[in-house]
Every structure is written in C-alpha cells, then in structure tokens.
C-alpha cells in the first residue's frame, strides 16, 4: 500500500486531520463526489478507480465503522458495540451515530483533494446534515453517481466479495481473484468474507436500502446533481461509463 493511501486512511478510520493534503490550489477545482447504490453494486471498486483517476480521498462509512470496531474489539465504545450489531444483521446504523462519527472527521469533507463519499448519506436525515454542512462551508457537490444492477447479479458479487483486513482491498473469488488465495495482492493481508455477506443479512440491507437510501435519488435529482449508471459489466466498463457522466457535469460546475 502506498505511504500516501495509507496516511489518507489513517485521517478517515482514526478520525484525525493527518491525511488531509493541500494537493489542490483551488477549492473549487476539486471533486466533492456522493456514490449512491444497493450493497454490493460495486461502489467500493468504482472508489478505487475513481479515486486514482481524480486524486480525491475515499471517504467509506462503513470502512470507517469496521476499523472502529477492529480497533476497539467492540468492548469500549458502547456506542461502537451498537454500531456492530446493526452492520452484522445488515440493518442501518442510527442516524446520530453515523453523524457523530461523521462530524468528528469533517476535516476530511473539507480536505482540498476533494472527496468522494461511499455509504453516507444513506437517510434523509443524514443528507440533509450533510447538505447543511457543505452550504455552510461553501463547498458545493460536484455530483451524486447512482449505480444501479438487477438483483441477481448483486447477490453473486456479494457472495464472492473477499475484503483485505488490513488495506481494505476488494476482491471477487471469479471476477477480481487475488493472484494467491487469501492473500491481499496490494499488502500481503489476509482476505476475509465480511459477516454481512452472509444471505440473511444481504436481504436485511436490501430492504435498508429500498426503505431509507432509495428516497435520496429523488432528493439528489431536485438538486439537479444526480448522474444515473448501468453498473452492469466489467468495472473497467462501469468506471469508463462513469467517467463520461462526470466530465462534462464537473465543466459545468468548475465554470
Ligand atoms: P458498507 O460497507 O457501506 O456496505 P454497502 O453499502 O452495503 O456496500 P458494499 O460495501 O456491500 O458494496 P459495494 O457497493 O461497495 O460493492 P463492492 O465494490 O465491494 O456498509 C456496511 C454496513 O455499515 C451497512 O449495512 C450499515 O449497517 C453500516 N453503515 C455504513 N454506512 C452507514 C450509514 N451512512 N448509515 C447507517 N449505517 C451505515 O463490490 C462487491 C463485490 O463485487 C466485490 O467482490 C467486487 O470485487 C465485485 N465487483 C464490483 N464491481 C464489479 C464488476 N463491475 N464486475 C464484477 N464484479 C464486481
């Protein structure tokens, strides 16, 4: 893993301003980036890629929830304990933990590398806390990506997923195999199967989904901010559709 990701991540999962970095001159040249979509439509593969490409920070709620979790062996934070059993019956955190947790980092929304937040919002509640932090602090979203993909093939990527424990790496046991099995091809971590891949627990977050996060397409849409995408197909093929949706709308932003 590069020094840089790592510092990046550190600032994010630990919750100081360590990994925020002047790479920008100008605020308003930078990309400030919402990616919306069910469990498992391939945000977090999408956040790699994209992230490489604009040099933003990849802000992950849930990345930030399970480095909490790892970090404190569940046993100090109640809070954090909380947190866990919800993600581990795939139900949503509650809104006033995600945001506390949230606002602790808000250095990172404010970071000039801009950002590209994968999981939060996932409530109304929480995008309209977000929107009145980012109005305040003058720093616009550049645009909102929907992903959408039909069921069936979201449940055979979930139920492939092999997370690296130390990097947080993505893979899939056939569609993105690490080259030796088990192992992290980025950090030499170990893989492992996240307990909510299991099927009682996708179903429980489908429904999260379609009852709390769906709503925020429409609320994005009134903002005039969200580009919809066919995550269907290779990642290559999703990051090259995503990429032909954000360019021009960037222009618009940026003039
Ligand atoms: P979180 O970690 O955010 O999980 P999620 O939203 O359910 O999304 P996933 O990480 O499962 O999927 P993804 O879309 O990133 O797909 P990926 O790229 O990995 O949240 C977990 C839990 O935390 C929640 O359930 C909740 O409890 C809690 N939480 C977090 N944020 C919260 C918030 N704001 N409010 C309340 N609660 C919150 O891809 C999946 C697999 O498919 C991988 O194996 C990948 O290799 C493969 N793949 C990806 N793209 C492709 C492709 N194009 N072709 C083939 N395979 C692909």
């Known amino acids: 893993m590069s020094a840089l990701k790592k510092i990046e991540q550190t600032g994010w999962l630990r919750?100081?301003?360590?990994?925020c970095r002047p790479r920008f001159r100008e605020r308003r040249n930078c990309w400030r980036l919402v990616l919306l979509g069910p469990p498992g439509v391939g945000k977090g593969t999408q956040s790699q890629l994209l992230k490489q490409r604009l040099g933003t920070c990849h802000l992950s709620t849930g990345d930030l929830f399970r480095a909490a979790c790892s970090r404190t062996g569940c046993n100090s934070t109640p809070a954090m304990v909380e947190a866990m059993n919800f993600m581990r019956r795939g139900e949503l955190?509650?809104?006033?933990?995600?945001?506390?947790?949230?606002?602790?980092?808000?250095?990172?929304?404010?970071?000039?590398?801009?950002?590209?937040?994968?999981?939060?919002?996932?409530?109304?509640?929480?995008?309209?806390?977000?929107?009145?932090?980012?109005?305040e602090a003058l720093l616009p979203l550049t645009a909102v990506?929907?992903?959408?993909?039909?069921?069936?093939?979201?449940?055979?990527?979930l139920s492939g997923r092999r997370v690296c424990e130390s990097c947080n790496a993505v893979f899939h046991i056939t569609s993105r195999p690490p080259k030796v099995e088990g192992v992290c091809n980025d950090c030499g971590g170990r893989l492992y199967q996240r307990p909510d891949d299991c099927p009682a627990s996708i179903s429980v977050r489908?429904?999260?989904?379609?009852?709390?996060t769906a709503p925020l397409i429409h609320y994005y849409a009134d903002l005039g901010l969200l580009?919809?995408?066919?995550?269907?197909?290779?990642?290559?093929?999703?990051?090259?559709r995503t990429m032909g949706a954000l360019v021009p709308r960037a222009r618009r932003v940026n003039n």
């Open 145 to 157: 990506v929907e992903y959408k993909m039909p069921l069936d093939v979201i449940i055979q990527r």
């Open 93 to 135: 955190v509650p809104d006033s933990t995600v945001w506390d947790m949230v606002r602790e980092r808000s250095e990172c929304l404010q970071c000039r590398a801009g950002f590209l937040l994968d999981g939060f919002p996932r409530t109304l509640p929480q995008a309209e806390q977000l929107q009145a932090f980012l109005e």
């Open 15 to 19: 919750g100081s301003s360590a990994g």
């Open 206 to 212: 489908m429904e999260a989904y379609q009852k709390s």
């Open 227 to 240: 580009a919809s995408i066919d995550a269907d197909g290779t990642a290559d093929q999703v990051f090259a």
